[in-house]
């Protein structure tokens, strides 16, 4: 058996209960009574390990209650711990004091699936806005997804602080760029922060619920959709999620492919970020020249697969575009370009003395906080976290370690330079990572046929998206139908980060930093 | 210093009239728009972008529209930060129920005469998150629409033409 699985076996043996309908085998689903719950995790954080997504499902439709499921990783393991809310008492104990991510998981989950989180300190609704009737939780089987919501009053209770010169100053949801929506509630003394309230669901467009009256193939476009610039990652993620209740096993040229694009989209995404970070900081010239670097990327993606952001590239069995000897050769080209250039813009960024001003120290994520709050991704590895699902869960062919060696940056300073030197060492691996694809890829189809889950099982997927993990969860009902999908962004558990990384900067470095975390908020607003 | 002016020097001039498939046709588009804007807005049309409830998606590619490649300053396109400023209001979504109120308010301060343009095939017509409790559809179901872009996402060419077309109609 798995490390965490023992960890809790010892103390609680009698009382858990392994589910079989949970796919892959590897990711094991353990059912523990309520009370027993807090123990569980309890447990789990003395054997280290991370909290990475916690979410409730309505189960009236199998004759049960509501589950809460509360997944925990570590290493190369995942853990999902059950426990189960009777219809007539949907309540479960918080988790929330053994783990800081919960925090938000289950403000969530008492918003939208109406379960309360007993012990939760904090109960003001998330996602939900003081304008939803009180009893409307979407997640519920017995609310109409397809009617409107009507309006009621209401007024969100922010968190203050008083004295003498402090003062506030409220950031969106409209902001200043072209930039998604979310609202920030500065507390400031002068030009110091000391407090920063984030409030988001403005992109809240029922994505979870949508999934429920749609077929399992029309779910991989909604997936493609959850956060436009990741689209790769979660349309992978879900594929994979579905292949694993299905027994499909993608071709393996598919998987390379699916290694391909996925490495293009972080490289793109990077190239961007970098840019726009050293913009922030009034160096313009960066962000024009990566650009362009950028566009370059783009439009091969067009020019090659048909979408400039790949797109509805990933499906449930395989991949819907394929590349040919030209098209490789084009690549390469491409590559040795993107190489050369960017190296020369590196040298310049590490040369300019007054961007490592603005840059060093600033927008500070500690490790210890980072591991306590269980960020992931670029994030957690600029904090002193080496955490990669590419390394520690790899589907094929990153699990080919001895020919393609994956190196992950760390950087432990966890602040923007760190987060910026993370992104500019992850593109040159990327590309490192490319040049190996197309010189291993494999023959053969792209696409396997897909079977239809059977009634009542899971799928689970965790995938190394350029943020960082990406969960995707499902549930099948009944008759084998979409009965639930759990989608957890990085951005869920990074914007804690950021709330955290901000007090004690100045105002104007917020975008800055902002940006250095670089957060989806329609990934995070689902 | 001595690197970035290399660089730049090496660079050059990047801007281009447009991706082979495209070039001739936004060629044209480029010509029309910059007489447009110079006629109708005095060299200087003012854009406020507007995420009413995207994917992101459709951000990425109007950021495109300010990389030196496609360089929209050059036709007289400018973004503002603020609606007060602006000529045209450039709006992607699905109108996320919980933007709605956001979006009147962006549009009520915005000054009239003002154009709005609905990018992308949900700000068209909600696209695949539909019209439910939260997703409200399309722009138009919530302010009025002058020119729609569909596309997931629009690219860029796509998008200079539809704005075009907004200043044109």
Redesign the interface.
Known sequence: MSLLHDAIATALDAEIRLDPSQHPASVLLCQVPREKFVEAARLLKKAYALLAAEWATDETAFGRGYGIYACFRWGPEYLIVKTEAPAEDPTFPSLTRKFVPAYRFERQIHSLMGVTPVGHPDLRPWIKFEDWPPDAWPLRKSFDPSRPLPRVPGEYAWARAEGEGVYEIPVGPVHAGIIEPGHFRFQAVGESIINLEERLGYVHKGIEKRFEGLSWQEGCRLAARISGDTTVAHSLAYAMALESMTACQPPPRSQWLRALFLERERIANHLGDIGAIANDAAFAFMLYQMMRLKEMLLRTNHQLFGHRLLMDRVQPGGVTADIDAAGRAEMLAELDILAREFERLVVIYDESPSLEDRVKDTGVLLPETARELCVVGIVARASGMNLDCRIFNPFPPYDQYESLELNVPVMVTGDVHARVWVRINEIRESIRIIRWLLDNLPAGEITAPVGRPGPDGAGFAAVEGWRGEIICWLQSGPAGEVSRVMVRDPSSVNWLGLEQAIPGNIVPDFPLCNKSFNQSYSGHDV | MI??AR??LR?GI?TEPF?PEARDQIREIGSRLTARIRKRFRGSLTIR????????????????L????YNCERFGIH?T?S?RFADLLLVTG?V????EI?LRR?YDATPSPKLVVAVGDCGVDG??????????GGIHQVIPVDVAIAG??P?PWALLTGILQAIEG
């Open positions: 690197r970035i660089q730049i660079t990047v991706i972008q507007v995420d009413a409830g995207s994917c992101n998606g459709c951000e990425l590619e109007i950021h495109a300010n990389n030196p490649i973004f930060a609606p699905p996320a129920h919980n933007m956001a962006t696209g695949v998150f539909g019209r439910g409790y939260a997703s409200l997931c996402p690219t």
